[in-house]
């Protein structure tokens, strides 16, 4: 029992470390990767497609195989799944493109269009590859859709047309397409929740993770209530849900707050609550303790380089050493520990603009 413990315990470390590095933008990429809550999302922002998707045949779209520098190129998810045209045996593969943004990007609209243009040019390839007529050629459609979760209003139109100056009359040249957009910290709790899909309760919680902690308190009650309503067969779902709800508590409230927080997960879920929260203090230990090294490293290569410095140069002005102490930037310490190193002058050291 002690070893299925000791291994449940691994597992769940290997599970938060990487979402705990980054909880804003990665806990919800970790989400949507359950066909469910991409099936609630839609159901949120359009019905009408909604019911249209076979979300029981959506497929993550692997993009391990593309080139590193294309990757970098692609959006946050990408899945295909069959959409009915008319009749149940009427359908079509499309495509559904999630972008979650956590700050406002005024180019957002100009990135979508460069994204549904590298799948659509990864289509051609593979054409071109299989050597399939052109006669053939049929490219997927694209859904669109960006995810925000910031606090900010955002304020940019989600079209290419943000990021240019252009006269009306020139506005018809430019390429232009719907996308669907789910501001999470402004829309309506009703709008969330119209669906009763469990995916929106959870959302509400997000929507009100720095809401006072009654208000938080409820949210937190009432997603859970919606998730104990799910089948049997969603018992994965709903753990992914619960592990969400102990990630937001310890990443995003006040500590004085976590045990209570937590408790209230506790009382009202079947899952293993208790381990979750030692796993992810482990995980948080190790955190700290590395952001602790990293902190002393840079400090040393600090205290170096102002050592190496006043002794190549003993007139240093006590303004470049203290502008030393604020650099962060690893890369650039090394560079400027190089240049000191072989300079001759004072004058053979790149400061950018340092102590000025």
Known sequence: MAQDTTSREQELRELYKPILTNFQDRSIKWLLEDKENVRGLIE?????????????????????????????????????????????????????????????????????????????????????????????????????????????????????????????VLTRFVPNFDTLFLNVKKIETTELTKTDHPFGWLLKVLQNEKSDKEIIKEAL??????????????AEWRKRAIHYFVMLITSRRPSGEHNELIDLVNQHSEEEVELMVKSMADVMMEKGIEQGKAQGEMEAKQVAIIKLMTHQFPDVPHTF????????????????????????????????????
């Open 321 to 356: 050493v203290e502008a030393i102490h604020e650099i962060q930037e690893r890369a650039r310490l090394d560079t400027l520990f190089d240049q000191i190193l072989t300079a001759t002058s004072f004058d053979d050291i790149d400061l950018n603009g340092i102590g000025s």
């Open 221 to 234: 009650t009432e997603a859970i209530a919606s998730l104990n309503t799910l089948e049997s067969e969603q």
């Open 44 to 168: 949120i922002l359009t019905k009408e497609l909604a019911d249209l998707i076979d979300f029981s045949q959506l497929e993550f779209q692997d993009r391990t195989s593309m080139s590193s520098k294309l990757r970098e190129q692609v959006s946050d998810m990408l899945f295909s799944v069959p959409f009915k045209k008319g009749s149940e045996t009427d359908e079509l593969l499309i495509y559904i493109l999630i972008e979650h943004q956590s700050t406002v990007d005024v180019s957002m609209g100009f990135r979508l269009l460069f994204y549904m243009m590298n799948i659509w040019d990864a289509q051609r390839q593979r054409w071109e590859q299989d050597n399939v007529s052109k006669s053939e050629w049929r490219l997927r459609p694209i859904l669109p859709i960006v995810f925000y979760s910031g606090d900010r209003r955002w304020h940019v139109p989600l079209s290419v047309t943000a990021i240019m100056d252009i006269p009306e």
